[in-house]
Structure formats: C-alpha cells, structure tokens
C-alpha cells in the first residue's frame, strides 16, 4: 500500500501539469476576450490596452508566465475587478461553500434513507412513489424548480425570503445576523437538495439491493438480528462501498458553486461569478478558479482511492 | 404480484400528475383567452405613468423600511470612479454620486447639473463654465474649477486605461500633453473659482457635455498624481468621494451596495436617508412583488405590465429608450457592396410582426436611427412596410436571379446568407419568421446563436453575413450615427461609408444650434435610406414599477433614475 | 462472503453455455418480464409518436401565425399554441426526434465507454489502471464551458451545418464525460474481483474475455442502469442550454428541452402550462420507461435478484 501511496503522489505532478496546459489553452482558444468586450474602444484604444494587458504576447509565452506565477501562489489580477483573482474568489467562494455544505449533509442523509427503504421494500407503493418523484426532478430543469419554489415559499406563502443571503439594508451582528442567513439558505439548499436526492437514491437503492441479498445478510439474520441492526449495521456499510467514489465527486463541487441556482436565488456565490465572469472574458478570474477545481478534483480522487482499501480490506490496489 | 402493483400504481400517479396539470390549464383559460383577445391587433403602447391602484397592498417587508429606498441592480465590477470602469452598471452606481456639470433632460437636451450656466462663444471653440455657487465634494471640501481642470487632463494622460475617449473633443495642446512634453493642457483656463473655459480646435457640438462630465476631486483623486502614472487610483476604486445626493457607504460583493444621503449636496439634503443598489442577476420581478425591492425596471411587454397591474401596489411608468435595435450588415461582403441588395433585404423583412409577436405593443419599427425620445426624430423619413414584391425586383435588378432549387444565384453563386445573433430574447421570435421571409424572396439564412463575446469577435473578424445589435443610450442623435462614418473604428461597420455620408455626418456635429443640426441629421438621414448602412429594428420601451410608497422616481430614457433620486420620498401609502 | 447459491448459478451458466449464450437467455427472460415490456411499449409509442405522428398533422408545414399567439388547449390546437402561434402537439412531436436520439445516443455512448475502460481499469490495474485513471482525472479538470465555446467556434469555421452540430457535441461530450461512471465501474470491479465467485473462476481457468463478459459486466449492470437513466434525462436538459453556444438545436427546429426553457418566467409557469407540461411529461415519461425496461433488464440479467 505505501508503494501505491508514493506512486499516486508522483503520477500528481504529471497529472496536474497536464491539467494546467489543458486549462490554459481551452481558454485561450476561445473566441472573443475582455478588450474586445467592449463596443465603445477605438482601434487604438484596443491596442494600447491589449499591450497594457499582455494580450499580444505569444500564447506560449503567456502560458509560462501564469504557471510560473501559480507556483509562487500568485493566481493574477482579475481584469473586470481589477483586483487580485485570490481575493475576488474570496469574497465569494464562502458562500457558495455553506449552501453547497447544507445541501450536501441533507441530500446525503436523505437520499441514504430513501434507498435503503426502497431497497427493502422494492417495488411497494413508497418505492414507485419514490421513483416517480426522482424521475419527475429530473425532468425537471433547475431554474424552473427554483421559479417554482419562490413562488410557492417567498411570494405566495412569504415564509421565506425569495433570495439574497441577508435582508438588503440590515445591520445584524452575532446570532441575529447568522439566523438572517439561516433563512435566505433555506430555499437555495432546498432546490439543490431536491435536485441531488434523485440520482444519489437511485444509487444507493441498486447498491442496498446488490448488498441484501448476499450471504452474511441471510447469516446476520438468520443469526436473530435484528432487523434494523442487519439492515443498517450489515447491510448498509457494505452498501457504502461504490459511495466512496461518488462522495470524491462531491468535494470539488462544495466549492464550485451553482451557476443557476445562485442566479435564481441571487445567492452571492462563485458560480455566478464564474458565468459573470466568463460574459466578459476575464480569463485571469476564470483560468485560476478553474484551476483550483482542477486541484481539488484530482485530490479528492487520490483519496478516494486510498479510501477504497481502508473500506474493503479485500480491495488490493497496485 | 407486487410488480404488477408496481405498475398501476405508477400508472395512476402519472395520470393524477396529468389530470392536475389539465386542471390547471382550465382554471387560467378564462383570463387567457381574454388576453389573446388584446394580442390579435397589437397597438403601440404609449408612454405613460400609471398610478397603483391599491397602494395599501404593499407588502410589509417594504413598508417596515422607513428610511430605506431599495433599487435592483446587475452586479457591477466594482470600479467606482468614474471614467474608469468597464461595467456599464459600476456606471449606475458612479452616477449616484458624481453628477456631471451637464445634465440631459427627457427629451435629450442640456440642462445645468453641477454647472450652473455656460456660455458659447461666438466661434463656438469656447467653452466656458460656471459652477454653482458654494458646492462641496461629500467629504466636505469644496468643488471648484481646479478640480474640472484636474479631471481634464486626467483623462488626457497618457496612461489613463478606460474607454472615454476625450482627444474627441479636440482641445487645444490636448495631444501635446497625451503624446508629448507638455506639463499642463494650454486650452484649459482657470478664470476663477467658479469659473472654466475650455478652447477647442474644431466645433463640435458633443463636446459641451464630453467636457462637461462627471467631476473628481483634485484633494482626493489628484493626491500624487504624476503624468504618466494612474496605478496609485485602483485603491480608491472602491473608496469613491463624489458631489451627488447620495454618499457611498459599502461595497457587499454580490449582495449591495449601501450610499447615505449627503448634507453637502447642492440641492439640499435628500428626503431619504438611506439608498441601496442591490445587486442581482437574474429576474426582479419576485423581489420587486416581496416588496424587497422599491423599484424595478423589467423588460417591456403585456405579460409584464399585466403583473405591475395585478400586484395592486405598483405605480407604473413607460418611456421610451433612446437607444435602437439592428442589424448589421457586413459591408466588406461582394453581396452587400449594392444598395439594391441592402433594400431588399430591409423591405423583404416583416419587421412589424416580429417586433409585434416579440414585445406586444411595447415597441415600434424603427425607421431612422434615433429614437422618437430624440429631438432629432421624424416620422417623415424612412420607412417600415414590409414589401416582398418590390424586394424580389430589387434582388433581380442585382443581379440575383431565382435558381433551381428557389434559392437566388448569380454568376453560379448561391444567396445563402450567415446571420449571427445571441441566443434568447428578440432572437427566438426573430429567427424563425426572418428564415421564412428571406425563404419567400429565395434567399437561404442560416442562423448561428453564440454568446455575445464570441459574437463580437467574430463580426470582428468579418465571418459574419448579418449581425444583431443593439445601440447603448444614445445622449446625442450623433451617437447614433458616428459609427456609419468611413473613419469610423467601429468593426461592425467596416466597408461602409462615402464621403457624401461622411460629409453628412460631420454636419450635424459643426454646430451648436438645435435647428441648424436637425437640419443637418435630415439631410443625413435620407442619404441614408438610400445606402443604409444597417436593418434598423426596433425602439422599445422601458416599463418600470415603483413601490407607491415611494414617490419621486422620474426614469428617462437618457439617463435612466439617476437623475432623480435626489427628489426620492418616502410616503405611507394609506395617506397617499 | 459470496453466497454458494451465486457460485451454483455460475456453474450453471457454464453448463448451458453450449445450448444459448448468457446474453440469449437474458433476452428470454426479458420477454417474460410484464413490467419490462411495459416499459419497451412506453418507448416504442414515444418513438412512434415522433416520428411517425407529424405526418398526421395539419399543422406541419404551416409556420409562424402570428393571430393566434399563446392559445390555450382547443379543438384546433389540441395542446395549445406557443408565443409564435405555432401548435405545441406538432412541435412536441418534432421535438421528439431530437430529444430522443440526443438523449438515447448520448446514453448509449458515455455508458459504452464508461463501463469498457471502468472495467479494464479495474480487472487489470497496475499499469492500465494508472493510464485510464490518470486521463480521467485530466479530463475531469477541464472545464466545461470552454470546451463547448471552442467546439462551437472550429463547428461555426468550418460551416457545419446548424442541424448537425448537436449530434457532434454529443459525441464530443460523450467522449470528454466518461471519467465520473468510469470512476464508479472501477470501484466496483476492484471489490468484484476479490470474491470468491471470480476467484472460482480463475480456478476454471476461464479466459479474461469470458470473465470479462459473462461475469464482471452483468454484475456492474445495475450501477450502468442507474447511471443511464440519469444521463438520459440529464441529455436531454442540457441540449437546451447548448444553444447558449451555439451549439443546440436552432430555432425554429423545437427540442424538449428548448420548449421548457422557452416558458423560462413565473409569468409563463402560471398562466401557460400548457407551453412547459407537455415537453416535461414527455421527457419523463421517456426517462421512466427506460428506468423499468432498465429494472427489467438487471432482473433478467440476475434473477435471484428480483425478489429475495
């Protein structure tokens, strides 16, 4: 295991390497940039702004220069801020971490409750039930399930506030001011959770099924255990298992935000920012977020192979 | 067994799910079918205020704001001084606190603002100036003629990196202080404390607002100013000191943006004691019914206007844009190198349908670029019909004559035409009933949707047939105009141009008299039916709603609430 | 840990090898499977109807109408008309083709790909784990919207006809997207391969190909379901926010998914339903007939599975 260990950290370096030159060239493939974003600029406007920017540099050149500034943990200087790219992400990332958080923790522990009860009891009017309503979520576009919860939660009902994440104008400091987000979290965590349930239910669901027909479930139960002990004790934890790989998936997302949820619910959050951002070209913002994904997708992945040993001892990586 | 149960089961819920749906649709169709009613013969709708009919409705949330007045707002970039931001909207929040020494009323004329007066000389290459009496900067320190020099040559050094272009205005020594050695600006003349005048090389009758603009303070903004060095005022970006109705508080990213009424302001201090922007990307409506927000600004159309009405509490307003929607055509293309072919392409385009489908009344066909807000407007000339007949005739007279397959060739070349435009809005009513007409006269459009960055690079880049636009607020008709100039650097219309337009153009900027320059954009504007440089499109309204707790908000269609809000008040509705 | 019950049926398997393979006796018993079928004469109707259904409307060669803008459901326009006067019922139909092969062929590809490379990855590690994995972890850095900005603007230089592009970017997505189920196949193939039901096979001395085929793939088909029908529906959404690139469906061509993004305001959801229930009813309803012929299939595949 410790050769593997060493042998997964060396395959980073490459790895990451790979990761930042395809970054940095999808983005700068793409049509259009910051200067020409702008209707207004005379020609030489434009040109004296692409030298005072770097724009007329070889891509080659350009490359270099932003790795060179990454490995000094320099990530540039956001051209629609004008301000570090570190502390723009700053200012937002935070928010999107706390919904992304909250919703996490709900949809999981929800959606391990729904597949196991629907794995024990398949096919019974609470599975179709169930089944019906992930299917009828994932027919169901993101901005619409949040038009549909503001409406029924904010404008109909106004149990909630319809979006934002502190009353606009208030001052609150302490438990005030962490209760005001609490509420303007509620609905945003809603509409994701709903959206995530489905297919994680769905997962765990077929992974409970494969589980509770296997031999030492029967032994376990046979054994006068009881039920509740078998199924979540015996059964679930080998359930668990594939979940590893999905939870690894989960880590980047905590950070990189909902672009359409944060917009419906004018959720201050990375996402948005990231499409704001990419409407007016501001590589620098966009190509240094990017790659702090990038960073964290590859780490989550290391672990969650590590994981996989510590959770099935029978599992032998080499 | 269970399977089977399974099934009906599923089977049942999806046919509750179906039935509920259809329930739904019978419960709207009463309201509905009256509305389709309204939408067979589109009128134009006029601009007008519309009082709230049940102002008590106002929610709560709004009411319990006693000194608060909350407008929505796209989230800016965060540059606060003027001149320098590349956001449109950091320009909404600058304009709350940096009025210019010109104003522009409703109808798109000069007013005072910061300036009290001003005079033209008899040559009119003199500017000068007068300033109110007693101003001060929010800070306290008065506002004086140093502090318009001192913006002046600002904007005239060599480093300044934003996208006013103020060598436009062509003042005196001006070039010689961005290219060259001199120290100050030599046309600039401080006469006294309140007191500037401005000489310039060549008349143009933009220049009394472009050097009439927004005013920085030389204490604040100036303080180790060096020619040839602007890095030092990215720290005050978010630290803005202004001369407006309202102060700046704080910045929340993504969330506000707080100012405070300013005791200082020329006008006296405002009824309100706080104004919030409160930034937010996607629709307004939902805040605006909650009552978080005072005032909203929503696209124009029936559906909107039927839910200020239905909500109770709105008081309505519907003005006119100052800007124009088009299309542009690529000039560079052989195609587009005959008028003839341009003509067809406008008159064989049912303009009125689209606009009609699209905007239900709360828009109108341009026929010349300004827009009716303008003093510059006239009904006389242009036109709007939609004549396939005369189009097909004109195509022929081109040269482009029907093919095999009923698409138009000439010289074995088929008319296939590439159109550009951004996905969403105008374009999803646009696309289709454009490919019919141009199917009927046998011209093949082919539609690409791309972003609007993407879209801009590539008209850049000359790729496209036909592109769509629209023009930003025009403060001057000329604005709408410049781009159709031969030295014009505009890339959507490179290829365009004469000197006969050219001339044209430069005329309706040679003079400072109203009358002579509507003349002159006349003239313009004939020559330019018969070699038109784009499809015009459309004038849409704006319709906004203010919560009737709130009075004072008078958007135009030139500088949209700014100029209002020092006359914001608080009123309690059961009052009213 | 595995049950002596599975290690009969593998036996069992090998002994009729002779008469039918694997593969022919699960069809077998798929054909006995109600619910199934079911599920395959959902599809075929879904099929029919959009295919086949726009013939019989009088409404397929008439375009825009501009006097009969957002009608309701009447006799004339059974499901309404949409914000250009156009039938919903015909445009449904029409949008039908797309969504379907958009939806179906991008499930059938990203599944292929990412259940071939998951398994191989996980059966052989070492070396061959090392390179599929370490490409997936690339591939799952890159960021999607540039990807799609650049596919559009080479499609747009190239003159790809407006009506193809969508089937490329498919194949494209399908080609960049298969790291996440590769990841999923691979953890379960590592765990798989330890029982003892595999172990015994080594024993046989089965070929890789037949272990492979006959006893690592079925047992990674319930997870492949799950994951198909997910993608399936997620397709088909997400062909709707391509035309933000440029790369969707462009009107007037009518997509599922672009007929509910059309009713994107409270305004629409309130007042006309009948622009947003049909398309979403007709997604889910695709999505739910693949999920039971899906069950179907995993029953057949393993039927001790269906019932314990």
């Not at chain 2, 005022?233 to 300013?262: C, M, T, W």
């Not at chain 3, 083709?97 to 990203?110: D, F």
């Given at each position: 295991?410790?050769g593997y260990i060493f042998k997964r950290l060396l395959y980073l370096i490459p790895t990451l390497i790979g990761a930042s030159i395809l970054i940095f060239f999808l983005y700068s493939l793409v049509p259009g940039n910051f200067v020409d974003s702008d209707m207004n600029l005379t020609l030489e406007r434009k040109a004296e702004l692409y030298a005072l920017y770097g724009f007329d540099q070889p891509v080659i050149k350009r490359y270099f220069i932003w790795i060179g500034n990454l490995l000094q943990g320099d990530l540039g200087y956001s051209l629609q801020f004008q301000r570090p790219v570190d502390e723009v992400l700053g200012n937002y990332i935070w928010s999107s971490f706390i919904v992304a958080l909250a919703s996490l923790i709900l ?212 | ?235 005050l970006h978010l630290k803005p000191v202004g001369a407006g109705p309202f102060r700046f508080v704080a910045y929340l990213p993504g969330q506000e943006i707080r100012f405070e009424a300013n005791e200082h302001f020329y006008d006296g201090k405002p009824e309100v004691a706080q104004f919030i922007y409160k930034t937010l990307e996607g629709d307004s409506q939902q805040f605006f019914q909650t009552g978080e927000l005072d005032y909203s600004a929503l696209a124009a159309n029936q559906d909107n206007f039927e839910f200020l009405q239905e909500i109770g509490f709105a008081d309505t307003n519907i003005y006119t844009s100052s800007a124009y929607g088009y299309m542009s055509f690529n000039h560079e293309k052989e195609l587009f190198k005959d008028p ?31 827009s009716p807000t303008s003093w510059a407007y006239t009904e006389d000339i242009g036109s709007t019909t939609y004549d396939p007949e005369q189009a097909k005739k004109l195509l022929e007279e081109a040269g482009w004559l029907a093919g095999s397959d009923g698409i138009r060739e000439k010289e074995g070349e088929k008319l296939v035409v590439y159109y550009f435009t951004s996905a969403g809005g105008l374009g999803d009513v646009l696309i289709p009933i454009a490919k019919e007409n141009y199917k009927e006269l046998g011209i093949d459009l082919q539609v690409e949707q791309m972003d609007f960055n993407a879209l801009l690079a590539r008209v850049e880049n000359g790729d496209h047939d036909l592109a769509s636009f629209s023009t930003t607020m025009l ?102 | ?308």
């Amino acid at each position: 295991m410790k050769g593997y260990i060493f042998k997964r950290l060396l395959y980073l370096i490459p790895t990451l390497i790979g990761a930042s030159i395809l970054i940095f060239f999808l983005y700068s493939l793409v049509p259009g940039n910051f200067v020409d974003s702008d209707m207004n600029l005379t020609l030489e406007r434009k040109a004296e702004l692409y030298a005072l920017y770097g724009f007329d540099q070889p891509v080659i050149k350009r490359y270099f220069i932003w790795i060179g500034n990454l490995l000094q943990g320099d990530l540039g200087y956001s051209l629609q801020f004008q301000r570090p790219v570190d502390e723009v992400l700053g200012n937002y990332i935070w928010s999107s971490f706390i919904v992304a958080l909250a919703s996490l923790i709900l949809t999981w522990l929800i959606a391990i409750l729904i597949g196991v009860v629907s794995a024990i009891r398949q096919y019974s009017v609470f599975d179709t039930f169930v089944t019906i309503l992930v299917f009828a979520a994932m027919a169901t576009p993101s901005f619409f399930l949040g038009l549909m919860i503001i409406k029924f939660f904010a404008v109909d009902l106004g149990w909630f506030p319809a979006g934002g994440i502190i009353t606009t104008g208030s001052n609150y400091t302490g438990w005030a001011y962490y209760k005001d987000v609490a509420q303007h979290l509620v609905l945003p965590v809603l509409v994701l959770t709903m959206l995530g349930i489905g297919g994680l239910a769905r997962y765990f669901r077929t992974n409970m099924l494969e589980v509770i027909k296997q031999d030492f479930v029967r032994t376990a139960r046979a054994k006068g255990l009881k039920e509740r002990v078998v199924v979540f004790k015996h059964a679930l934890r080998n359930a668990l298992l594939p979940a590893i790989t999905l939870f690894g998936f989960e880590l980047p997302a905590l950070f990189s935000g909902a672009i359409i949820t944060e917009q419906i619910f004018n959720w201050p959050g990375v996402g948005a920012v990231f499409m704001q951002a990419f409407t007016v070209r501001d590589y620098p913002l966009l190509m240094g977020f990017t790659m702090f994904i990038a960073l964290l997708t590859v780490f989550s992945n290391l672990i969650a192979d590590l994981l996989y040993g510590v959770a099935d001892p029978r599992v032998r990586l080499r | 067994m269970k399977l089977k149960r399974h099934l009906k089961v599923m089977a049942t819920l999806i046919l509750m799910m179906i039935l509920a749906a259809c329930n739904n649709v019978n419960s709207t169709e009463g309201e509905t079918s009256e509305k389709t009613d309204l939408d067979e013969k589109v009128t134009l709708v006029e601009d007008a205020i519309i009082k709230a009919e049940s102002p008590d409705a106002s929610p709560q949330l709004a009411l319990n704001r006693e000194d608060t007045v909350i407008v929505g707002l796209q989230e800016p970039g965060g540059i606060f001084t003027p001149y320098f931001n590349t956001s449109g909207y950091d320009g909404n929040v600058q304009s709350v606190m940096f009025p210019p020494l010109v104003e522009v009323n409703e109808a798109g004329e000069s007013i005072p603002g910061l300036a009290e007066s001003w005079d033209i000389s008899e040559d009119e290459l003199t500017y000068t100036y007068h300033l109110r009496e007693g101003l001060l900067f929010d800070d306290g320190t008065p506002l004086t003629a140093e502090d318009v020099e001192f913006t002046l040559t600002l904007l005239h050094d060599p480093s300044y990196p934003g996208g006013t272009d103020i060598t436009e205005a062509k003042v005196v020594g001006g070039l010689d202080y961005k290219n060259g050695e001199a120290e100050d600006i030599s046309g600039i003349q401080i006469i006294d404390e309140k007191t500037i005048e401005i000489t310039t090389e060549e008349v143009n009758a933009r220049a009394l607002r472009l050097l009439g603009g927004q005013i920085l303070s030389k204490g604040y903004y100036g303080k180790g100013y060096e020619k040839g060095d602007l890095d030092y005022l990215s720290d005050l970006h978010l630290k803005p000191v202004g001369a407006g109705p309202f102060r700046f508080v704080a910045y929340l990213p993504g969330q506000e943006i707080r100012f405070e009424a300013n005791e200082h302001f020329y006008d006296g201090k405002p009824e309100v004691a706080q104004f919030i922007y409160k930034t937010l990307e996607g629709d307004s409506q939902q805040f605006f019914q909650t009552g978080e927000l005072d005032y909203s600004a929503l696209a124009a159309n029936q559906d909107n206007f039927e839910f200020l009405q239905e909500i109770g509490f709105a008081d309505t307003n519907i003005y006119t844009s100052s800007a124009y929607g088009y299309m542009s055509f690529n000039h560079e293309k052989e195609l587009f190198k005959d008028p003839k072919v341009r003509q067809a392409f406008i008159l064989g385009l049912d303009r009125q349908t689209i606009i009609d489908a699209y905007y239900q009344g709360y828009a109108q066909v341009a026929n010349i670029p300004v827009s009716p807000t303008s003093w510059a407007y006239t009904e006389d000339i242009g036109s709007t019909t939609y004549d396939p007949e005369q189009a097909k005739k004109l195509l022929e007279e081109a040269g482009w004559l029907a093919g095999s397959d009923g698409i138009r060739e000439k010289e074995g070349e088929k008319l296939v035409v590439y159109y550009f435009t951004s996905a969403g809005g105008l374009g999803d009513v646009l696309i289709p009933i454009a490919k019919e007409n141009y199917k009927e006269l046998g011209i093949d459009l082919q539609v690409e949707q791309m972003d609007f960055n993407a879209l801009l690079a590539r008209v850049e880049n000359g790729d496209h047939d036909l592109a769509s636009f629209s023009t930003t607020m025009l403060t001057d008709p000329y604005n709408g105009v410049s781009n159709f100039h031969s030295k014009s650097q505009s890339a959507t219309f490179k290829g365009y141009g004469s000197d006969k337009i050219d001339g044209l153009i430069d005329a309706t900027i040679a003079t400072n008299d109203i009358e002579e320059r509507k003349l002159a954009f006349n003239n313009l504007y004939k020559a330019l039916e018969e070699d038109p440089p784009v499809i015009l499109m459309s004038y849409t309204k704006v319709l906004s709603g203010t919560n009737a707790r709130v009075e004072g908000f008078e958007p135009n269609g030139y500088r949209g609430i700014s100029s209002s809000l020092k006359n914001l008040k608080i009123v309690n509705p059961s009052e009213s | 840990m595995e049950s002596s019950s599975v290690i009969r049926r593998e036996t069992n398997k090998v002994k009729h090898h002779k008469s039918s393979s694997l593969w022919g006796q699960v069809i077998q018993r798929l054909l006995k499977n109600n619910v199934a079928l079911a599920g395959l004469g959902f599809l075929i109707f879904i099929f029919l109807f959009s295919f086949i259904g726009p013939l019989f409307s009088p409404y397929i060669n008439l375009g825009v109408d501009p006097t009969a803008i957002n009608k309701p459901p009447s006799a004339a326009h059974w499901l309404g008309t949409d914000a250009l006067g156009r039938d919903v019922l015909t445009r449904l139909m029409l949008a039908g083709r797309i969504s379907l092969t958009v939806g179906l062929g991008a499930m059938v590809m990203s599944v292929t790909i990412g259940a071939i490379l998951g398994i191989l990855a996980g059966y052989y590690r070492g070396i061959v784990d090392q390179i599929v994995m370490r490409t997936a972890d690339v591939l799952m850095t890159i960021p999607g919207l540039p990807l799609l900005f650049i596919m559009a603007a080479v499609m747009s230089e190239w003159k790809v006809p407006t009506d193809y592009r969508i089937y490329i970017v498919m194949i494209m997505l399908s080609l960049v997207g298969w790291p996440g189920l590769a990841r999923l196949v691979r953890s379960q193939i590592l765990s798989l391969r330890e029982r003892q039901f595999i172990q015994a096979t080594d024993a046989l001395g089965l070929r890789d190909r037949r272990k492979l085929l006959n006893h690592l793939l079925p047992n990674t088909v319930p997870l492949l379901i799950v994951s198909g029908t997910l993608s399936i529906g997620g397709a088909i959404l997400s062909e709707s926010t391509l035309s933000y690139f440029g790369l969707g469906v462009v009107p007037p061509s009518a997509s599922w998914g672009n007929m509910i993004t059309a009713a994107n305001s409270l305004i629409d959801f309130q007042k006309r339903p009948w622009l947003w229930i049909p398309p979403g009813v007709a997604i889910f309803m695709t999505v739910i007939s693949i999920n039971l012929l899906g069950d179907g299939l995993r029953d057949a595949i393993d039927p001790n599975m269906k019932r314990r």
